[in-house]
């Protein structure tokens, strides 16, 4: 009697339960590296869009910024031109009120002047008196 068999030699449970883990394994290992994959295929796509973004907003904020900051010395040149010519109306009112206080010093001051003149008259007529004599 012969032992051995012709035929194929049939694997124990054990041995196709090991073939089953590991064709699974393998499986899922390639599996998870497709998936890795195209997460970071995913996520690279993601970001460009997002700093594509990113920059659109800062444009826009760039020039809200911009148009502000114009308006804003827009306002301080009118605020600043209103007041200087605010500014120079009351130098002008000053200087009107000042040049009137002077002129009114001046005109007593001439006054007495014109006194002295009358002054020196007598003085004059005694003298061609006393040269008449």
Known sequence: MNTNST???EKGFFEK???TIE???DGTKDTAEELKDKASDTI???KDKVSAEKKTVATKTTAAKTTAAKKSVTTKATTATAKAKTAVADVKAKAADKAK???AKATPAKKPAA???T???PATAKKK???AK
């Open 23 to 25: 064709h699974l394994w």
């Open 101 to 103: 206080t002077i002129t």
């Open 129 to 131: 008196a006393v040269a």
């Open 44 to 46: 690279d796509s993601i």
């Open 17 to 19: 339960v090991k073939e």
């Open 119 to 121: 002054a020196k008259t």
């Open 115 to 117: 006194a002295n003149t």
């Open 7 to 9: 035929g194929p030699e």
